[in-house]
């Protein structure tokens, strides 16, 4: 009995010494770098990161022009120039009919040739529907086509060469890779296509909101049972209430708003500012209203640090005529919150009885994160606040949450000191309510 107790003792103490000595080594050896990045393929912007062992931190690597993301954008030059991101966005005008965005929402998708023929309205680039009813874009006078995972696989490319340059690495194998949480297993395995046509191997796919989540440090957390995601985009608003338990990831409802985002701001602003305009002329020039785009974008994120912005150096809009402005928009926002709640509570998804104690609150949500550069108005954190009697996790970039989540994802698979505790998503059959498409 004794004697086990001191060899027991002795393990112990070796253990710890061994411990003690790993912690140290750590501390003083170079960091290793990291073998799988993290890749935020979006709809409109795309970015990558990585997770630091021994620092613990996470790096957003400068996508393009300094700027931590680049857009989603591929331009095809007629002599066979292919340009990318902001480069790409610099050719919408001249060069339209071959430069492709929002590939994302055609990828691993089947579409009937009714809906095409719609969805084609929105588009300046052709879209072709092949033989198994998949998208394709056109390219070149030539007929020349692209599929939506191909479009993924440039972007992506860019970014990988972008981080081993920055790793000073020659080849990145691996990544994990962040897609909606609506996405079905096609979609996820044909998102996955867009990083292996580039020679890199997906260790792990998981949801935009969990990933939203793990940047907050929440799978750490064992007081957090419910979270919800809000996402603002451009244009697209999207809630996701997750529940998590020991560092397990489920997404339990989805609402989104396809019609929803900061772009719909901007025009209610643009809009206004035309009212005040009096010259014909003006109104109609193209080169005036492409500038006044830019002036009421920049007037709009002006007003998340101060209480007024200028346009054009003449109109002066102060953050209260911008809400009022807005206010439709603004009460919009709350919807999907109540949709969720809504449908979480409803009888269909209750096992049980109607009992009160049962129905999930706002009380309930223990974290709210916002992800989505839209989420910077003043306006929409103030709704939230309002809504769930708490402040939202505001402290990460919206606009690289997914980003920092993805990265540390990697981070965990990687088995990166001092990560040491787990992360996973257990994926479910929720089906998403749509609020307007
Ligand atoms: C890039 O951005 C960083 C941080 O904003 C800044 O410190 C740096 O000077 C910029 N570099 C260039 C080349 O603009
Ligand atoms: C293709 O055209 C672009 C834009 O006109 C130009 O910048 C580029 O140098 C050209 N590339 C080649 C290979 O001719
Ligand atoms: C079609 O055009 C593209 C881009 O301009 C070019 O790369 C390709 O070789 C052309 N294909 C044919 C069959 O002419």
């Not at 613990?56 to 996508?63: N, T």
């Not at 750490?220 to 397990?248: A, E, H, P």
């Not at 049980?352 to 609150?361: G, I, R, V």
Request: glycine share 6%; hydrophobic share 40%; with cysteine.
């Amino acid at each position: 009995m004794v004697s086990s107790e001191t060899s027991c003792t002795i393990i112990g103490g070796s253990l710890i010494i061994l411990l003690i000595a790993g912690y140290f080594g750590q501390q003083f050896l170079p960091a290793p770098k990291p073998k799988i990045i993290g890749f935020d393929l979006g709809t409109t912007y795309s970015c990558v990161g990585m997770y630091h062992a021994i620092s613990g931190l996470v790096e957003i690597i400068p996508a393009q022009r300094n700027r931590s993301c680049m857009p989603s954008i591929v331009s095809f030059l007629p002599n066979g120039t292919v340009l990318l991101g902001y480069d790409a966005f610099d050719h919408l005008e001249t060069n339209q009919k071959y430069t492709i965005y929002d590939a994302k929402r055609f990828i691993g998708k089947q579409f009937s040739i009714e809906s095409i023929r719609k969805i084609q309205n929105d588009y300046p680039f052709e879209l072709i529907r092949n033989d198994n009813g998949y998208v394709e874009f056109v390219v070149s006078e030539n007929g020349t086509r692209v599929t939506p995972q191909k479009i993924g696989s440039l972007l992506l490319k860019h970014l990988k060469e972008i981080a081993e340059k920055h790793l000073m690495v020659t080849k990145i194998k691996l990544c994990v890779l962040s897609v909606p949480a609506e996405f079905n297993e096609e979609q996820r395995q044909t998102t996955k296509q867009a990083a292996e046509l580039i020679g890199i191997k997906v260790e792990r796919i998981i949801s935009e909101p969990t990933a939203a989540a793990l940047a907050y440090g929440i799978h750490k957390r064992n007081n957090v049972r419910y979270v919800l995601v809000i996402d603002i985009g451009g244009g697209t608003t999207d809630v996701s209430l997750l529940s998590v338990q020991g560092g397990m990831f489920s997404t339990q409802a989805m609402a989104g708003n396809n019609r929803l985002g900061g772009q719909d701001f901007n025009q209610n602003l643009f809009n206004y500012i035309l009212t005040l305009i009096n010259d014909n002329h003006k109104r109609t020039d193209p080169n005036f209203l492409q500038h006044l785009r830019i002036e009421v974008e920049k007037c709009k994120l002006d007003l998340s640090v101060s209480n007024q912005c200028t346009i054009n150096a003449k109109w002066i809009i102060t953050r209260e005529l911008f809400e009022e402005i807005n206010q439709d928009l603004f009460k919009k926002i709350i919807e999907p919150l109540d949709r969720i709640f809504a449908y979480i509570n409803s009888d269909m998804n209750d096992d049980d009885d109607d009992d009160a104690s049962n129905k999930l609150t706002v009380n309930n949500i223990d974290e709210i994160v916002l992800v989505g550069g839209s989420t910077r108005m003043l306006k929409i954190r103030q709704l939230i606040e309002d809504y769930f009697h708490k402040m939202p996790n505001i402290e990460i970039d919206p606009d690289v949450a997914v980003t920092h989540g993805v990265s540390i994802q990697a981070g965990i698979l990687g088995g990166v000191w001092p990560l040491t505790v787990s992360a996973t998503e257990v994926r479910t059959a929720v089906e998403k309510i749509h609020i307007e498409t």
